[in-house]
């Protein structure tokens, strides 16, 4: 379970700090929140009454609804929507929050090195992620950011065996 949630609040950082690549709105293929899958374009109306039937929503703005679990306390926050013209033109979905002191130990080191390697201006990345080793009683599974110079790598190790963890490294390599 931790190297599960680990992986995840990786990408969630990933994700918050840009680092994977953004596509166009004719590109976005949507996600699946609320238990409904959502894409871009979708009309208001149906899809705020779908939503209506399993979750509480709160109008934020006009034709702009914050989507609460019904079920509670707590009443976690699942995401937020937005439309223009009566077309679905934004989505923000909540992916976790995490108040350990592993986990912000971890995040602060991930984004400390981040940062610094786009310090001076933006650096492109490609993000390749996937699970390297699945066997009875052991996933090894990673992230990993290719830099031009630099390589980031962020593995998970899930054993029954020898329990769970997680490591973070980097490579750097001349003339790339």
């Known amino acids: 379970m931790l190297c599960h949630r680990s992986l995840f609040r990786v990408g969630l950082l990933l994700v918050a700090c840009g680092f994977f690549p953004r596509?166009?709105?004719?590109?976005e293929p949507g996600f699946f929140m609320a238990g409904l899958e959502m894409k871009l374009g979708m009309s208001e109306e149906p899809l705020v009454a779908k939503l209506q039937e399993g979750y509480t929503l709160s109008?934020?703005?006009e034709?702009?609804?914050v989507i609460i679990e019904k079920q509670g306390p707590p009443y976690r926050?699942?995401?937020?929507i937005g439309f223009t013209a009566?077309?679905?033109s934004w989505i923000s979905k909540e992916?976790?929050?995490f108040h350990d002191n592993e986990t912000l130990a971890f995040v602060k080191e991930l984004f400390s090195l981040?940062?610094?390697?786009?310090e001076n201006q933006p650096i492109p990345v490609i993000v390749q992620s996937g699970v390297k080793i699945r066997q009875p009683g052991l996933v090894v599974s990673g992230i990993e950011l290719l830099y031009p110079s630099r390589t980031i790598s962020v593995s998970i190790v899930e054993s029954k065996d020898n329990g769970s963890s997680v490591s973070m490294s980097e490579v750097m390599k001349a003339g790339q």
């Open 23 to 27: 596509l166009s709105l004719s590109e």
């Open 59 to 61: 109008k934020a703005a």
């Open 63 to 65: 034709h702009s609804w």
């Open 77 to 80: 926050l699942v995401g937020s």
């Open 86 to 88: 009566g077309r679905l």
């Open 95 to 97: 992916w976790g929050s």
């Open 114 to 118: 981040l940062s610094s390697l786009g």
